[in-house]
């Protein structure tokens, strides 16, 4: 067991720091293409010739930026990492982020320095990875990263001691001679957890997690298996035949293969019909390009019928202002859109853990219950398909200090609108009056309410014009009152803007002018000729004029200052294995805990101002950004075009998914934790009333001859407000005698954990310990006292939660404790708890305080909380 922890810590670790670097070598582009002007001559060969096609589920490919060197001079980006200190900030920004997160993440001693030049070989040389895996069963066949020109001493010697990452010195490695190779292996004998890595020619291959990955890899390479250079998916992504003048540098899928059938409840959402997501990134003329896409074949069904709309042409864009910062065109049709939005919901229903939504029809219901009217049937049914959001640029310049920006936030309305088509406008607006008069009831409800809170009155538009504008004047909350939603419905257009000015200037413009063609105003004056004809979303946004150069500017000192802090990580997925619990990607076990990171003896130097630029001299490499939204039979596909890329949901996403997925794991368990705590803590307290009233705490209940006949959870019922139900027990009578056995059913709900559902109704999993030395020791028939826990009422447990359940009423059916210091029989009643959070388990202590204990706990730890007077020692954060 303990060689396969270590296993599994050197396969995250390694691969984790591995992922990190691919990551952190986007920040620096340009310094690395800058760093080495002369590229290679000659084609170079392709990296998928590593990988064997068959099941090749998981692929990333990035050329590197040498091959194109070229292409990627034009850009933008290029240009303002090298022709402003932006680039040499990042660069310089690096190495520090670096010495900062991956010490503590992972216990390697490799300097920041060392970890950043192997990013930056990354981004110049490239990389491939390959995943290998059958049906979704099972690890990975085969995990394999390549590093174009990795063998070189330097960077073999740096991915030589990463792989090292927690391995065991009792492990050690050995060299293994097979087909004119030599393999470095790491992790024992070749078993489940190996790592191997040898140079192949100027490359370094890297084999993880699966033990025969080094013979498919050769296999594929000398031709005995086909390669993955002809691989369907990856000569599709490469061609790139959809979008005009596209230079792709690196592309990757996540085949769904990879992964177990999904469960009835993910079919019945649709999600069947996805068979893969594609990545792909590049150079397009000045701009960075990438698309993220998803294969959903028609007929779609449920989520991904949701996509299913009208088409937009980039060719015929509605009239539009001039003076723009922004514009969004969007096809929505609520003939496709509305029935597979309620057939997604009644299936969410559904699901196990989810209260009764009342189907279909609840979305309607609980809309026309806050509005008044039902948004499809008297609304959206009424309107046309095209849908029109701006936001036109304000005159007033940057503020000059803080109170002005707060001046301005506070009092200054946007101008923004959203124009829609109408179709029936007579039936527009009559549902607007009665949706307008619920809103005004609901208003005044409002007010009349304790506390009395005034918001504000819609109230109609004058000069006979068919609207209404809400007024927050004399408001008790603190909204500008240049702010004025106003919906306007014209001849042909509704229109809902910030004020009405805004709401008049949209109506006017839509229907007096034609439609606008591309390259109107700005920054509709963004190119948009390489797009598809037929679009769902078309988005076009000033990022000259945005605040985008302050946040590129800003980071730095941002990222130094919140990594100091230590108050939230900056990779969180460096930090999965922090809570103990479960990988949340098969591939990728979590890695576990380290030792807290000493202080530093050498603290960093302040960082060099002198690299940071001035915002103003960043905007006029900006352009206007470009995003869309493509669907057709094959699938869905977002694209973004920009002058830098992080603002690019699409480039984002892969890095923003590796990094959030733990994140989301941890925000979920600490939900978890809350709502399985909540009852604990009421338990807790009934124990510290019962005893206030009885100087012991409760035990279990004994009849005259002494023989326990009902359990503590039936004593200390009068304290959980269940006084009515204590009263009809017979407390004489065994817990399943006729009379008493006919309450179990009855169980209050503070001894379920919530969301928990048993075949068994009346079980809990709600148990104490009983054995010597435990709060429920037998030889303490009238129950413990606090002056008996001499350990400390904050160190000692009273129940917690258990796998396994039992009757509610049940006595003697505490889990058994046998404090005979031997540390199997205390692992084993250490793996009877928890199943409930990830992780580990809640249990409520003798100060009525709700503690998680995690499932790596100590065992001598462990026990000491169990017993009340063996004289350890525990500390606060041990458990």
Avoid at 544 to 552: G, I, K, M, Q, T
Avoid at 731 to 748: C, F, G, I, T, Y
Avoid at 859 to 865: K, L, S, T
Wanted: aromatic fraction near 8%.
């Amino acid at each position: 067991m303990k060689a396969r922890r270590v296993d599994s810590r050197l396969r995250s670790a390694s691969a984790r720091l591995l992922l990190v670097l691919a990551s952190a070598a986007l920040m620096i582009l340009a310094p690395a293409a800058r760093a080495q002007e002369a590229g290679r001559s000659g084609q170079q060969l392709p990296l998928a010739r590593y990988f064997p096609s068959q099941d090749l589920v998981v692929y990333v490919e990035f050329d590197g930026l040498d091959p194109h060197r070229e292409a990627w001079k034009k850009t933008a980006l290029y240009r303002v990492l090298n022709e402003t200190t932006t680039g040499a900030m990042y660069k310089a920004l690096l190495p520090r982020v670096l010495d900062l997160i991956i010490p503590e993440a992972s216990g390697v001693s490799i300097a920041g320095k060392e970890l950043s030049d192997l990013a930056l070989h990354l981004a110049r040389s490239g990389f491939a990875v390959g995943i290998n895996r059958a049906d979704g069963k099972g690890p990975p066949r085969c995990f394999g990263l390549v590093i174009r020109g990795g063998a070189k001493t330097r960077i073999r010697e740096t991915v030589d001691r990463l792989l090292h990452v927690g391995a065991s010195p009792r492990l050690g490695g050995r060299d293994i001679p097979k087909a004119g190779r030599t393999i470095h292996q790491y992790g024992g004998a070749a078993g489940a957890g190996t790592v191997s890595w040898w140079p192949e020619g100027e490359d370094l291959v890297v084999s993880l997690v699966a033990p025969e990955g080094p013979n498919m890899i050769i296999d594929a390479l000398e031709g005995r298996v086909p390669n993955a250079t002809a691989h369907p998916i990856r000569d599709a992504l490469s061609r790139n035949e959809d979008i005009r003048g596209f230079e792709p540098v690196g592309l990757a899928y996540f085949d769904m293969a990879a992964l177990p059938p999904l469960p009835p409840e993910a079919i019945s959402l649709g999600l069947d019909r996805i068979k893969r997501f594609t990545y792909r990134w590049g150079f397009h003329d000045d701009a960075i390009l990438s698309v993220l896409g998803a294969a959903v074949p028609s007929p779609r069904t449920g989520i991904p019928a949701m996509f299913s709309q009208g088409d937009v042409n980039w060719r015929r864009l509605p009239p539009l202002p001039a003076g723009l910062a922004g514009f969004t065109v969007l096809s929505l049709d609520e003939s496709r859109l509305w029935p597979a939005l309620r057939a997604s919901l009644a299936a969410i229903a559904k699901l196990p853990g989810q209260d009764d939504l009342g189907g279909e029809n609840q979305l309607d219901e609980l809309i026309r219950a806050s509005m008044g009217v039902s948004l499809h049937d008297e609304i959206f049914a009424h309107l046309g398909t095209r849908f029109t959001f701006y936001d036109v640029a304000g005159q007033i310049k940057s503020p000059s200090h803080i109170l002005e920006s707060f001046a301005q936030g506070l009092f200054r309305a946007p101008k923004m609108a959203v124009v829609a088509e109408v179709k029936n406008r007579s039936a527009i607006e009559a549902s607007l009056e009665k949706m307008v008069s619920h809103l005004n009831a609901t208003l005044r409800d409002v007010s009349q309410r304790p506390p009395g809170l005034t918001i504000g009155a819609i109230e109609r538009l004058k000069n006979g014009e068919s609207g209404y504008v809400m007024s927050f004047v004399g408001s008790e909350i603190p909204i500008s009152s240049g702010l004025r939603p106003t919906l306007l419905l014209g001849r042909k257009t509704l229109v809902l803007a910030s004020t009405p000015a805004m709401a008049r200037r949209a109506r006017d413009l839509a229907e007096t002018q034609a439609q606008a063609g591309p390259g109107v105003g700005n920054p509709p004056g963004a190119r948009l000729d390489w797009l598809p004809d037929k679009l769902t979303m078309l988005s076009v946004a000033d990022t000259a004029n945005s605040v985008y150069p302050e946040l590129l500017v800003g980071m730095p000192a941002f990222a130094e200052s919140v990594l100091k802090s230590r108050r939230f990580r900056f990779f969180p997925f460096l930090m999965a294995g922090r809570e103990s619990d479960q990988a949340a990607v098969e591939l990728m076990p979590a890695l576990p805990a380290s030792p807290p990171r000493a202080a530093a003896s050498d603290p960093l130097p302040p960082f060099d101002a002198e690299l940071v630029p001035d915002p103003d001299d960043l905007r006029p490499y900006l352009f206007p950004s470009v995003q869309a939204l493509a669907v057709d039979d094959i699938g869905i596909r977002f694209i973004s075009r920009e002058a830098i890329p992080t603002l690019n949901p699409s480039t984002a996403v892969p890095i923003a998914l590796a990094a959030l997925v733990p994140a989301v794991r941890r925000a979920q368990l600490t939900s978890d934790r809350a709502h399985a705590s909540a009852n604990l803590k009421r338990i807790g307290e009934a124990f510290l009333i019962f005893h206030d009233i009885h100087t012991h705490f409760p035990a279990d209940i004994r009849n005259k001859a002494g023989k326990p006949v009902l359990s503590w959870r039936v004593a200390v019922l009068p304290f959980l407000d269940q006084g009515e139900l204590f009263k009809e027990f017979h407390l004489d009578e065994p817990w399943d005698s006729p009379h008493n056995k006919a309450l179990v059913a009855r169980m209050p709900a503070v001894y379920a954990i919530p969301g928990e559902k048993l075949d068994t109704p009346g079980n809990t999993f709600y148990r104490g310990f009983a054995g010597a030395g435990a709060i429920f020791d037998p030889k303490e028939p009238d129950g413990v006292s606090i002056a008996d826990v001499v350990d400390g009422i904050s160190n000692t447990m009273l129940v917690a939660e258990a796998k396994e359940s039992v009757a509610w009423t049940k006595p003697q059916s505490d889990i058994p404790f046998d404090d005979d210091q031997k540390p199997e029989r205390t692992k084993a009643l250490l793996d009877a708890l928890g199943g409930h959070s990830r992780g580990g388990f809640n249990g409520v202590f003798c100060d009525g305080a709700i503690r998680f204990i995690r499932s790596t706990v100590a065992v001598p730890i462990f026990r000491a909380i169990i017993t009340y007077a063996g004289g350890e020692v525990v500390a606060s954060d041990s458990f």
